[in-house]
T-cell receptor
Framework: GDSVTQMEGPVTLSEEAFLTINCTYT??????LFWYVQYPGEGLQLLLK?????DKGSNKGFEATYRKETTSFHLEKGSVQVSDSAVYFCALSDGAAGNKLTFGGGTRVLVKP | DTAVSQTPKYLVTQMGNDKSIKCEQNLGHDTMYWYKQDSKKFLKIMFS???????INETVPNRFSPKSPDKAHLNLHINSLELGDSAVYFC?????????????FGQGTRLTVV
């Protein structure tokens, strides 16, 4: 079955540091890939997505590139802010199963001033 | 103008009780979902409905019964609550007809069984 593996946290950074969260996946077919973010006490918000190989998703300074050859979708941001402190989830949807999302375990990021 | 809204936000109840969580979406989506987030933040699909028809039913105890009166609503009823049911339950919606479209999530319902 489908699965998503992402690096365990917590990841603690100083403001303006570079952030990378690794994500790899296993899926049949050609899934779409997503990064969702969950701020404290809130629901999940879509951060970015990519629907085919070599697509780059970007939003709010975050980027991730769909790498089919390495089955990866790593999240990066060049200069984090305190407001980026949250839990980040990598997810895939293969479209065949009612568009259900299969999530990674989440990575907690804490940015200190 | 909340896109996906679920009620209540918090629910504290005793073991053995029956409770319901309600969800409504105003995005015009045809598919709705229930996800469960455990204490370690792990998220897993429970159910999915498309136009009031159940299309995904993961390995969930029979005590959990979803109901979709129309495509804008998906409720979750839980019978005989157990301590292990304590979690955050998220409702979500999407367009099934658009392959691999993203899902929109509600704010979650934190269920605590004591």
């Amino acid at each position: 079955g489908d699965s998503v593996t992402q690096m365990e946290g917590p990841v603690t950074l100083s403001e303006e540091a570079f952030l990378t969260i690794n994500c790899t996946y296993t899926a049949t077919g050609y899934p779409s890939l997503f990064w969702y973010v969950q701020y404290p006490g809130e629901g999940l918000q879509l951060l970015l997505k990519a629907t085919k190989a070599d697509d780059k998703g970007s939003n709010k300074g975050f980027e991730a590139t769909y790498r089919k050859e390495t089955t990866s979708f790593h999240l990066e941001k060049g200069s984090v802010q305190v407001s980026d402190s949250a839990v980040y989830f990598c997810a895939l949807s293969d479209g065949a199963a009612g568009n259900k999302l299969t999530f990674g375990g989440g990575t907690r990021v804490l940015v200190k001033p | 103008d909340t896109a996906v809204s679920q009620t209540p936000k918090y629910l504290v109840t005793q073991m053995g009780n029956d409770k319901s969580i309600k969800c409504e979406q105003n995005l015009g989506h045809d598919t709705m979902y229930w996800y469960k987030q455990d204490s370690k933040k792990f998220l897993k699909i429970m159910f999915s409905y498309n136009n009031k028809e159940l299309i995904i039913n993961e390995t969930v105890p029979n005590r959990f019964s979803p109901k979709s009166p129309d495509k804008a609503h998906l409720n979750l009823h839980i019978n005989s609550l157990e301590l292990g049911d304590s979690a955050v339950y998220f409702c979500a919606s999407s367009h099934r007809t658009e392959r691999n479209t993203e899902a929109f999530f509600g704010q979650g319902t934190r269920l605590t069984v004591v």
